[in-house]
């Protein structure tokens, strides 16, 4: 789940959010992770026990770097993975794979945002741990991947297994709610990457308990 | 002092950098800021009572921006101030303008770097609390304020008095002695911005008692 | 005018739309200058005898810098001048300052797109030749600035003027009529920009004639 | 052979210089193209028969993009192809894949530069018709293809196969002599991309005319 910069997913109200997705992880079984803004990283890793991901790293070793993101800190304020590429956060093919490489030096899961089947399949030859596919067509459009064309994600889906069989891939556009979720697994994804439907929703904790009992029953 | 991305100035060790700047600063009766990385910026403001800056912030309000460096958030974290256009994390002009006004809606004081004169007169007329003039040929250069012309330093002091009689002015470049923060003072700023000798150097918390007292002796 | 990246104003229909400039120009005696696509300065400096600008400077020297713009080789295709900071090509505020000295080396007179009051002044400070404000208020909405509220353009007027007494100003938005116009001129600019209305219109001749008529009406 | 922005391939130095190439083509029968500035383009286009490419192109389609680099632009101007995401101007992931479809609606043939195997793979998985190689240890530190490490374009080569068995690679880095060439196509690559040793050496034909007489030895 990414806080994105949302307000209601800034400070306390983000180590809320995230023990809230702490305890319907626990409930459920089903694993969970939490995407907070970098000064929330550390208040949310001691709050919870569910994977903190940052929400970008920036392809820098320790130096003269002001203002930017580097893995050791990430690292040491106790995130265990990152997400790289989001949309909002796009950065140059050098740079995803020199922050792949710097994110496993730091031991640091990735999670790289992709948008169509080219670029997926691209991003797919770097070997990150996660992929998460955000069709732009589904991008903020309110369309929902259960009623848009589903080859936008299965057509991804068959580019990036011919180039990379383990990488693990997330729906992460089009779902907000508990039957996208069912829709997306459906196709063939191993998650979902959700944000605005939970964290601006009127009660995050339901929906969550609903998508993790959508993903149970899909199993 | 700016922490920048420094790996002495990383995790735990921003924290401990910070209470030996907290100590000369209450020894001394000298204010000194700290700026360290945002995933620190909660540890380091609960562990002093110096004043904490944020090294950027992004020019958004609380939404979609997943990876970008929220104003609320920094304040979140306990911070009372932001550093704003580094020469390492250099933004547009429209962009410094904007930040400004979130940051003073945040309640946070902004001190905004330059280099040249003209740069920093820009600068001043959009009126930050305090301005750090960094010029290009004593960035990094090992060129100490001390020993280069200083007109580098008295010229962007006069272009910024010709249009903002206000604003605070730091020597941002250059100063790595006691001997330098002197010369800075004595040229007509305020004080200084320092980083990589003192989170680098072999005694940073002698080296900040030997600044503060060059500036003590300076009143 | 501005031709953008208008197919209408693209390749032959580049050089076609600056021959109407340049006609109106020597029927009218108003000044006309056009800023076409770099890769058709060559052949419209050719074919009229009007100031033809670029749209754009990189802030470099002859050099490594495949892909960018060099001054010397605008002006080596026949301008005589450049636009900078454009909306839609925003640089950064020692990127203007680099730029704006670039230019004169090369004898290409320059004009800096702004917003707001701040940022004109700021510019402003940094003395260009001319100064095109662009209230984000009036950008691209359709909103005329003989309709808009005024105070956006004489704030920017009364602003600049603190700093610097003799650039020329431009209005860059909210020009799309010879009414317009008109009231750019009321409130104390120099002179317009236009594009979208002129480029993409149904008669750029007519529009161009009576926008001059007007200019010569307000004198 | 890309011309950047060096002041010896500005305006009629281009011309001279591409002329030079086009002689040395005709005479050797083997093929060269020349990427001269994007002012440059319809001179050079006009004045040669080999093909021309545009340095660099943006993700756009014609429209409101002051100062940017419109793929029909770059087409109307003569040019047949162009560099994208070279070491000096590199992309993101998704624009280099929205720029490659962009290219091919022009009919620009298109010449993708990467840096390391992985890099180089993903770009291939993008059908780019061509990719030069520029392996980071062998851009502009003087370190000739023929005496580093072979491994820096094999490797590179054998990843962009497991992808992709029609894209052409070129050595993309450490080229300056003839004997650099004959290196770089016994190590598999089917050409060169040239820069500084010819456009900045004492003659340019005499390079061109030794490199020519190596490829064909190497046939």
Redesign the interface.
């Known amino acids: 789940m990414?806080f994105?910069?949302?307000?209601e997913a800034?400070?306390?109200r983000a180590v809320q959010l995230a023990m809230i997705a702490d305890q319907v992880s626990k409930d459920s079984g089903v694993t969970i992770a939490v995407?907070p803004?970098?000064?929330?990283?550390?208040?949310v890793t001691e709050a919870v026990e569910i994977p903190v991901f940052g929400?970008?790293i920036d392809p820098?070793k320790?130096?003269?770097?002001?203002?930017?993101?580097?893995a050791?800190?990430?690292k040491?304020?106790g995130a265990s993975g990152t997400?790289l590429?989001?949309?909002?956060?796009?950065?140059?093919?050098?740079e995803?794979?020199e922050a792949l490489s710097l994110a496993r030096v730091s031991d640091l899961a990735t999670l790289v945002c992709?948008?169509?089947p080219?670029?997926s399949?691209?991003?797919a030859?770097?070997?990150p741990d996660m992929i998460a596919i955000e069709p732009p067509d589904l991008i903020?459009t309110g369309v929902a991947v259960s009623k848009a064309r589903p080859e936008l994600i299965t057509n991804a889906i068959k580019?990036i297994r011919?180039?990379n069989n383990s990488v693990d891939i997330l729906c992460g556009a089009g779902v907000s709610t508990a039957e996208d979720v069912g829709k997306a697994l459906e196709l063939g994804t191993q998650g979902v990457l959700v944000?605005?439907s939970v964290v601006k929703g009127p009660n995050p904790g339901q929906l969550l308990e609903n998508m993790t009992d959508e993903i149970l029953r899909s199993k």
């Open positions: 990414n994105k910069t949302y307000i800034t400070g306390k995407a803004q970098f000064t929330d990283l550390k208040s929400q970008h820098i320790p130096g003269a770097y002001t203002g930017h993101i580097l050791e800190a990430v040491a304020a997400l590429n989001h949309s909002e956060r796009r950065i140059k093919i050098s995803i794979e992709t948008d169509t080219g670029v399949a691209a991003v030859s770097l070997n903020g580019r011919s180039v944000s605005s």
